[in-house]
């Protein structure tokens, strides 16, 4: 589990949320693609590297648990917040939609999904 949540905060969150960050807020501002390319090539590597884990598995680990909180939250936002599904090809990857749509189906993830949004 530890090893899960280790690569949730070292590759997952750091990742997704730079590619994020081009796609959604400053990469407009900047003339030079490769790092947005960069951020886009990563993201893909990292969602095969959990597609595959995911792989004849309910869950990260063996149930539910952190790395799976840890996790669904920035794999939810690459199609909620940052607009990246079809740039990343996320329908491709069938285990993580099966993953996503039963974590997202929890009654406390649904509570947290209610939360107001922060202003933009």
């Known amino acids: 589990t530890l090893s899960w949540v280790f690569f949730q905060m070292s590759a997952v969150g750091p990742m997704f949320g730079q590619l994020g960050f081009f796609l959604r807020w400053g990469g407009k501002d900047y003339e030079d693609k490769r790092p947005r390319q960069r951020y886009i090539d990563e993201s ?8 595959r884990r995911l792989e004849g598995r309910e869950w990260i680990v063996d149930n539910y648990s952190i790395a799976d909180i840890a996790t669904l939250g920035w794999v939810n936002a690459l199609s909620e917040s940052y607009a ?21 189906a929890r009654p406390a993830v649904q509570r947290g999904l209610q939360i107001p949004a922060r202003p933009v």
């Open 44 to 51: 893909k590597r990292i969602l095969e590297i959990l597609d």
């Open 84 to 104: 990246a599904g079809d740039i990343l090809g996320l329908s491709n990857y069938s285990n993580i939609q099966t993953w996503l749509g039963r974590g997202l």
